[in-house]
């Protein structure tokens, strides 16, 4: 038991009790935000950027600028997430005199090609800073610093497909389709074992509630698209 602990735990030992305390925080609020994306609460967006802008700060510290960019994009898309719901929930409201629901639709075939270029894009972004990585390790300097794709890893290939995932996901969360929960599934359940094993326990963790809410969330909005009225999406 000592030797799982230390094996799930250990590496906290070189952390400062900030870097805990801030992680542990922004887990907290995102497994927050999750739920409530899960029952359509708008609450989502500003419970979420608590998360995320904590994330931001700690991935730049520990240069997994991967991490660091798909949180600084779910802020930016929670501000717009935010607006969207919220004038959707208004709508809705002098429509059908409703307004505990925001109405929830299934994927266009008109989303495709945003979905499409902003995977290349983004996988692309997330390419050139691995691909830079040296040099931003090197204080922002080219002196001594070797690059290429060769240099690339298994991590970092993998760090390029969610962040792609994520990001298509968040668009999708953002414009309130279904299928958003899919790609969080499958985003979900890489990052798992992904964070463990670059030794961020407490974040993994994180991603395995993330994985099993997903499920049941996908589920859940199936069902409210099935019950919403007709007039919130005719």
């Known amino acids: ?19 805990i305390v801030l992680e542990l925080i922004a887990v907290v609020f995102g497994v927050a935000s999750v739920l409530l994306a899960s029952r359509t609460n708008i609450l989502v967006f500003p419970i979420g950027l608590v998360s995320t802008a904590i994330f931001v700060y700690l991935l730049w510290k520990w240069q997994l600028f991967g991490d660091m960019f798909i949180n600084a994009y779910y802020t930016v898309m929670s ?11 208004k709508n809705q409201s002098i429509e059908t005199h409703e307004s505990n629901n925001v109405r929830i639709e299934h994927l ?27 040099v931003i390790n090197n204080g922002f300097s080219f002196d001594g610093a070797v690059l290429g794709v060769h240099l690339f890893t298994w991590v970092d290939y993998t760090d390029m497909l969610t962040t792609a995932l994520f990001l298509m996901a968040m668009w999708l969360m953002a ?10 599934i499958i985003a979900d359940a890489i990052s798992v074992p992904l964070y ?8 993994a963790l994180q991603y395995v509630v993330f994985t099993l809410i997903a499920i049941w969330a996908y589920y859940e909005w ?7 009225p007709r007039a919130a999406y005719a």
């Open 1 to 19: 038991m000592a030797e799982l602990l230390n094996w799930l735990f250990g590496q906290y030992a070189d952390y400062s009790t900030t870097f």
């Open 79 to 89: 501000l717009y997430g935010w607006i969207n719901w919220s004038k959707n929930k």
């Open 108 to 134: 266009h075939a008109g989303d495709v090609p945003i979905l499409s270029a902003l995977a290349v894009g983004t996988m692309s972004f997330v390419a050139l800073i691995y691909y830079f990585r040296p």
């Open 175 to 184: 414009r309130r389709k279904i299928e958003h929960w899919i790609l969080w």
């Open 196 to 203: 463990f094993y670059k030794g961020f326990t407490f974040t």
């Open 222 to 228: 199936q069902r409210r698209y099935r019950i919403q």
